[in-house]
């Protein structure tokens, strides 16, 4: 090779090293605003993660006070479910008491319309004899004043004799 192949070849390799170079600092340039997006989306992706979990956070801790106003509830709902029951077996055992006594009540008015009846038919029993006893005695009293007037006329009739035999006659 001549000196100044060798020379062209030098330079040659010169302009492709300075070439090679130029394109290695573009491509490191590249990688480093890549490396720098990359890290800026990181970091945006991350703020915005961030901020999720915070959401996220305040989500779990309202549910967690929601939860325990819903466990209160239900727990009071509970007492009051457990009050009502009781309540409800009291008043289930006072209309058992009550049918009980209607059933007594019913049986002494059953009781009472027997007696009202027999006292009724004793009623009408007495009404009847009253009635024959009436009309004996009406009768028997009918016979006392016949026989009394029949006692009057006679008395009257021996009146008139005593006199007669007194004024001499």
């Given at each position: 090779m001549t000196n100044e192949e060798m020379e062209r070849a030098i330079?040659?390799?010169l302009k492709s090293q300075a070439n090679f170079e130029a394109r290695l600092e573009q491509r490191?340039?590249?990688w480093a605003r890549r490396e720098a997006e990359r890290e800026a989306a990181q970091a945006e992706r991350d703020a915005r993660l961030d901020?999720?979990?915070?959401?996220?956070?305040?989500?779990?801790a309202a549910f967690a006070d929601l939860?325990?106003?819903?466990?209160?509830?239900?727990?009071?709902?509970f007492g009051e479910q457990a009050h009502i029951n009781e309540e409800h077996r009291k008043f289930k055992q006072s209309v058992r008491a009550a049918e009980k006594l209607q059933e007594e009540f019913n049986q002494s008015v059953r009781a009472a319309e027997k007696l009202?009846?027999?006292?009724?038919e004793s009623v009408r029993e007495a009404s009847a004899s009253q009635r024959v006893f009436n009309e004996a005695v009406?009768?028997?009293?009918t016979r006392l004043a016949e026989s009394q007037a029949h006692t009057d006329r006679r008395l009257d009739a021996l009146i008139d004799i005593v006199r007669g035999e007194r004024n001499g006659g």
């Open positions: 330079e040659f390799l490191e340039a590249e901020a999720r979990f915070e959401q996220t956070d305040r989500q779990i939860q325990a106003d819903l466990m209160r509830v239900v727990t009071r709902t009202q009846k027999e006292f009724n009406s009768a028997a009293l």
